[in-house]
């Protein structure tokens, strides 16, 4: 016997990526509702080997669906995402909408797997930022050898962060660059992002930083521990997929760059690929498709006692949205609803 399972935004990028990651780990569906705006009423979504139609999400009835995946903003998950679960459906959000609410888990199984049980507060589950998600999963090991001090991260983040949108800005820029009078002047970002980089993703708060670093910052010390101090830069790349991570980590206690590799080697969710050499580490472009997050470059850093540096590399439609939510599901299958 397996699950009803509602994919909340099946059209964009992230809502895809559900589909395909169920299909891929043979999540135990017994049926599957795509779900979108009346505007996509009736498109086309793969599922596996089927083909299946949208639904609309606006008279769709949750009543008798077991989990219902979200991939659709805040504002709309705001209104439809209470509905599913007044109708005994098990939210995943992956929007911010949530994520802060202390009734709420936020969950990456490999981190927090415990904090599922918190669920039926309001039968809704948190999906982590995308590029907290990749750090914690590299962090949590480390801290349970050693417990972190604090952490300073600068993030490199794919275009593909801000949808479909930002991705043909960044395709039509660059194009436009090598034809004369067919330049494309920047609407989704502030500045041109072909060809650049913008240190600026989301918007602006009172204390200089943005809401992207502040994420980060919350979403760490809820995840894995609100002693940890977190200072983030957050800065948008020319890359279509994939988000990179420059960390540098204070530990408490000694911890060599040595044993940290072997650790992060056998922790769940971690590849390390750590060759001190040219081409010995992981970029964007090998990381996009994979499961896994990339963990290179891993040092000393000499500055501060009980320091290492590391560069982080995931798949930000994967690990950092669409997978961790259908990993969620799976861990939400074994230890809760126990139907699969």
Sequence with gaps: ???????????????????????????????????????????????????????DLDTFDFTGWDIALFAIGSD???????????????????????????????????????????????????NPNCSTAQMVVALKPLHDRAKIKRVVVSTYQSVSGSGKEAMDELWNQTKGMYVPGQEVAPSVYPKQIAFNVIPHIDV?????????????????KKIVDPAIKVTA???????FVGHSEAINVEFEDPIDEDEAREILREAPGCLVIDKREPGGYATPVECVGDYATFISRIRTDATVENGLVMWVVSDNLRKGAALNAVQIAE????????KG
Excluded: H, Q
């Design 331 to 338: 861990l939400l299958g074994r230890r809760v609803l126990k």
């Design 1 to 55: 016997m397996g699950y009803r399972i509602a994919v909340v935004g099946a059209t964009g990028n992230v809502g895809r990526e559900m589909l395909n990651i169920l299909a891929e780990r043979e999540f135990p569906v017994d049926e599957i509702a795509a779900l979108a705006s009346r505007k996509s009423l009736g498109t086309e979504c793969s599922f596996g080997e089927k083909t299946i139609k949208t639904l």
């Design 204 to 220: 602006f708060m009172e204390d200089g930083y943005t809401k992207e670093e502040w994420k980060m910052v919350a979403e760490t």
């Design 76 to 126: 709309a998950t705001k209104t439809y995402a209470p509905k599913a679960a007044a109708a005994g459906c098990v939210v995943i959000d992956n929007s911010s909408l949530y994520r802060y609410d202390p009734a709420i888990p936020l969950i990456v199984p490999e981190v927090n797997p415990d904090a599922i049980e918190g669920y039926s507060k309001k039968n809704i589950i948190a």
């Design 233 to 239: 830069t957050c800065v948008r790349v020319p890359v």
